[in-house]
């Protein structure tokens, strides 16, 4: 018995998810051909994914120093495609979405977002990130890092719910294919040859399957049959089905199902107040994500001591021009703001004396006394 040389066998391991395990042990879903990639094909998914990292991108980014803003600093490189391209992807993987910043003599000069696998993170038992560039080990602080909560992306806690819209949609497409009718069934008196069997089915097929072919007369022969099938209750509740799987993606994303484009409960009295609910549960949270992400890796330890990122929301908050100029009138006969503040809210320059914080409302002007009447006159 020879017991030198030994062989050995390579055995795959289980990923560390749940998704893997309950796979392995009870069988595919249809969650399990979800990937990143074919997520957005679902149009809830893709709605998702552009009402958080559009809104997130078109803000502008603001580098601040207890309450004035800092105009000129290395650190202000991010732009538009950056920030929603790095809110996209953290939406679609597990492990969120990383950039590296290039550093010259110690300051960022450019972030560079590196394609998809490039940059791989791993953590210790302290849940310290240690970071690879290609394989080279780099600093946590060179590395922009977004994530979600849970260690989890929507995309993997809606996995189920979108493998059922795909299967749904699949399904409908289907039916759609074929008439946008079930299928039916063709009896004999007798039976019949396979070959016989074969060309009417060909036949069959050929004159009555397809949209372009609905409502043919069909003809028989031999006493031949067709009995159409019935819908069946799954069936008859097919559009409350794909219509209950929107709304759970919009649980996943946190928005209301009406801002994926479902108004089968929405109103124009509480269209306002959507919008305002995705902003505080749904938007706001990747803000702060985003603002302590680019905190970490763009400021030095002595800068983050007075200094911060800060995305301006007034974009986000425009109400109608009415509502908005109550609230700024408001805000100046409260002298919170001066009106010069209100003005550049509404992106308007500023004028000579506007400056003064007083109730234009309650503010007693001087008479004019008989010389300037005269002169007016």
């Not at 795909?166 to 074929?178: P, T």
Request: aromatic residues 6%.
């Amino acid at each position: 018995m020879r017991l030198w040389p030994l062989t050995t066998k390579s055995i795959t391991t289980i990923p560390d998810d749940d998704a893997a395990i309950l796979e392995a042990f009870t069988g595919s879903t249809p969650g399990a051909g979800v990937t990143a990639s074919n997520a957005p094909s679902v149009t809830a998914v893709a709605a998702g994914l552009r009402l958080i990292s559009e809104p997130c991108a078109t803000l502008d980014v603001n580098l601040v120093q207890g309450s004035e803003r800092v105009e000129s600093h290395p650190a202000l490189t991010s732009g538009y495609e950056f920030v929603r391209d790095l809110v996209a992807e953290a939406l679609l993987h597990d492990s969120g979405a990383m950039a590296w910043v290039n550093r010259v003599n110690g300051e960022p000069r450019e972030i560079i977002n590196y394609k998809r696998g490039t940059i791989q993170v791993q953590y210790e038992e302290t849940r310290e990130p240690l970071y690879r560039v290609s394989g080279r080990p780099v600093p946590a602080s060179d590395i922009i890092h977004l994530r979600g909560p849970f260690e989890k992306c929507p995309i993997s806690l809606a996995r189920e719910a979108i493998g059922a819209a795909i299967v749904m949609e699949a399904h409908a497409s289907r039916m759609f294919k074929n008439g946008a009718r079930p299928g039916g069934v063709i009896t004999v008196p007798k039976g019949i040859g396979e070959k016989s069997w074969k060309a009417m089915k060909a036949g069959w097929r050929s004159a009555h399957e397809g949209a372009e072919n609905s409502g043919r007369t069909a003809i028989l022969f031999d006493g031949a049959e067709f009995k159409q099938m019935q819908l069946s209750s799954v069936d008859a509740q097919f559009l409350e089905m794909r219509r209950f799987q929107n709304e759970e993606i919009a649980r996943a994303f946190n928005l209301s199902p009406a801002m994926l484009g479902d108004m089968t409960k929405s109103s124009y009295a509480n269209a306002s107040q959507k919008q305002l609910e995705a902003l505080i549960y749904a938007i706001e949270p990747w803000l702060c994500a985003l603002e302590s992400a680019l905190d970490r890796a763009l400021l030095t330890d002595e800068e983050r001591a007075t200094m911060r990122f800060k995305f301006d929301r007034d974009d986000l908050t425009r109400a109608s021009l009415t509502e908005r100029a109550t609230a700024i009138n408001s805000l100046i006969a409260s002298e919170v703001i001066n009106p010069n503040e209100g003005r550049d809210w509404l992106g308007m320059p500023a004028r000579e004396g506007g400056d003064v914080y007083a109730n234009r409302n309650i503010t007693v002007k001087p008479a004019a006394n008989d010389n300037t009447m005269k002169e007016a006159a």
